[in-house]
């Protein structure tokens, strides 16, 4: 089985949708997906069946008018002397994509997708998804939780982009889960727990090492240092593997929210993946 693994990046993470369409105009067609944060929502759409290229028109029409400041949340929240439990509402995001996720069921997958959130009451990975893991030694060694369907697909993809501090956290019984980059920003792990015996992988990487800037603020020293967290879990993670990986690896510059440039990524990943596309159909089970 060969997996396309697609890591959070917040817009960056549409890259993947260039890397799919590359793929497919070079005939390299994967088996099952693998995603995390916004990772997850490119995946799933992929995993339903959508075509990269009706993606990549659903993608030129987001905007920052996407994501709703709950405001009268906000007012109520300090009214009560307590700070809101978001600083945006994921709801409008989600409306824009129900035309995409209406109706759609784990059971409406056309290829197999797992999905990677945060359990913050248990402190690692939760996986949600089809089938059962394969190679349970690895889950118990990088402590991955397996829930399978618990939560219907479209909660499992909001747990999963579930950024702290941004978007409310998702309830699971007596759990909290929040964003899966927190703990699996890049899940090759998850992947290889799965089954798959190669993937080609999307991985949106921080400039290393970072660029400093002239002025720093409290707010760009908590994310450098979530930044610094969550890569260096990525990197021991894939130390951790063993299975054929070709990663099409690109740099974030300019942020998370950079709502301009979004032809532009996902052209940069398209471009990224045509370069290496000898590497990616030469995987030994890619189908050509």
């Known amino acids: 089985m060969t997996a396309l693994v697609l890591s959070g990046g917040g817009l960056w993470a549409l890259a993947g949708i260039g890397v799919a369409e590359a793929l497919t105009d070079h005939g390299v067609t994967?088996?099952?997906?693998v995603g995390s944060s916004a990772g997850a929502l490119v995946g799933a759409l992929l995993a339903l069946g959508h075509a990269p290229g009706e993606l990549r028109r659903l993608a030129k029409t987001l905007t920052a008018r996407d994501l709703k400041k709950p405001w009268r949340t906000w007012i109520r929240s300090l009214v009560e002397g307590r700070l809101p439990p978001a600083l945006v509402s994921d709801e409008r995001l989600f409306q824009r994509l129900y035309p995409y996720l209406a109706g759609k069921e784990w059971s409406s997958l056309q290829r197999p997708l797992w999905v990677v959130a945060t359990s913050i009451t248990n402190r690692h990975p939760q996986v949600f998804g089809?089938?059962?893991?394969?190679?349970?030694?690895?889950?118990?060694?990088?402590?991955l939780g397996w829930r399978g369907q618990e939560l219907d697909l479209k909660t499992a993809l909001r747990a999963s982009n579930a950024v702290p501090g941004l978007f409310a956290p998702?309830?699971?019984?007596?759990?909290?889960l929040v964003d899966g980059g927190v703990t699996d920003d890049y899940p090759l792990d998850v992947a290889a727990w799965m089954g798959a015996e190669q993937v080609i992988g999307v991985w949106v990487d921080e400039p290393h090492p970072l660029v400093m800037r002239p002025r720093w603020n409290a707010f760009h020293v908590l994310e450098a240092s979530m930044t610094a967290m969550i890569r260096e879990l990525s990197v021991v993670r894939q130390r951790q593997l063993s299975l054929p990986v070709t990663t099409v690896r690109l740099e974030m510059k300019g942020g998370h929210r950079v709502w301009e440039r979004v032809t532009a990524i996902i052209d940069l990943g398209y471009q990224l993946a045509s370069e290496n596309i000898d590497a990616l159909a030469e995987l030994p089970n890619a189908h050509v």
Request: proline content about 8%.
């Open 170 to 176: 998702v309830p699971l019984g007596a759990e909290w």
């Open 130 to 143: 089809v089938g059962s893991p394969v190679r349970l030694e690895l889950g118990r060694r990088l402590d």
């Open 30 to 33: 994967v088996d099952a997906y």
